[in-house]
Nanobody
Framework: VQLAESGGGLVQPGESLRLSCAASGFTCSSYGMSWHRQAPGKERELVAFISAERSSTTYADSVKGRFTISKDNAKNSVYLQMNSLKPEDTAVYYC?????????WGQGTQVTVSS
């Protein structure tokens, strides 16, 4: 079982990034999938969630209207489109898959927003 994030990098405020999370060893369409982030000195926080059955989504208030979570069942992948990035979005972003007692994490990808 593996979750592999990619797409992080250094961008300027106002720019966009798209994070990808490729799942292997399980079918992510049957799991609740989410993106979390952790900034230095802060606790890890939920950024966005997409449900298994109906693909309903929820977002942290801080990213509503700027970030969009989506999934491609054919590619067994989940994405996070991040627009209008702000310096406070700087963090390591982690992909998570959860179903019953199963709880998987990726290794994280660094996103840095700085001028």
């Amino acid at each position: 079982v593996q979750l592999a994030e990619s797409g992080g990098g250094l961008v300027q405020p106002g720019e966009s990034l798209r994070l990808s999370c490729a799942a292997s060893g399980f079918t992510c369409s049957s799991y609740g999938m989410s993106w979390h982030r952790q900034a230095p000195g802060k606790e890890r926080e939920l950024v966005a969630f997409i449900s298994a059955e109906r693909s309903s989504t929820t977002y942290a208030d801080s990213v509503k209207g700027r970030f969009t979570i989506s999934k491609d069942n054919a590619k067994n992948s989940v994405y996070l489109q991040m627009n209008s990035l702000k310096p406070e979005d700087t963090a390591v972003y982690y992909c998570n898959a959860r179903k019953y007692s199963y709880n998987y994490w990726g290794q994280g990808t660094q996103v840095t927003v700085s001028s």
